[in-house]
């Protein structure tokens, strides 16, 4: 069975960092695409970042285009999202998910490409 669970979302002060982690279980870590996504309240789920299996060419919305790093280490079965620069508007729960079949990776994050989620993380960021 499938497990992700994700980390390391908080408070923080406009213009600050987190980091937040993700762990994978009950499949080859390093066989699968990873994604970050959030979601707001009252607004749709948003792809945030994707990653491929071998951690090349990440993808990220324009949004967060030079203010998120993903990154993984497939030795720790973890996945990472360096926030830098938040905003209030980075405000949401945010979603860790994994690809649904192994080497698969469209270099885009959306929900559909996605199959194995966790319960999230919220990041509240205040003005």
């Known amino acids: 069975q499938v497990q992700v669970v994700e980390s390391g979302g908080g408070l923080v002060q406009a213009g600050g960092s987190l980091r937040l982690s993700c762990t994978a279980s009950?499949?080859?870590?390093?066989?699968?695409?990873m994604g970050w996504f959030r979601q707001a309240p009252g607004k749709e789920r948003e792809g945030v970042s994707s990653?491929?299996?071998?951690?090349?060419?990440?993808y990220y919305a324009d949004s967060v285009k030079g203010r998120f790093t993903i990154s993984r280490d497939n030795a720790k079965n973890t996945l990472y999202l360096q926030m830098n620069s938040l905003k209030p508007e980075d405000t949401a729960m945010y979603y860790c998910?994994?690809?649904?079949?192994?080497?698969?990776?469209?270099?885009?994050?959306?929900?559909?490409?996605?199959?194995?989620w966790g319960q999230g993380t919220q990041v509240t960021v205040s003005s």
């Open positions: 990653i491929s299996w071998t951690g090349r060419r990440p």
């Open positions: 009950g499949l080859t870590f390093d066989d699968y695409a």
């Open positions: 998910a994994a690809a649904w079949y192994a080497r698969t990776w469209y270099a885009r994050a959306l929900s559909s490409d996605f199959g194995y």
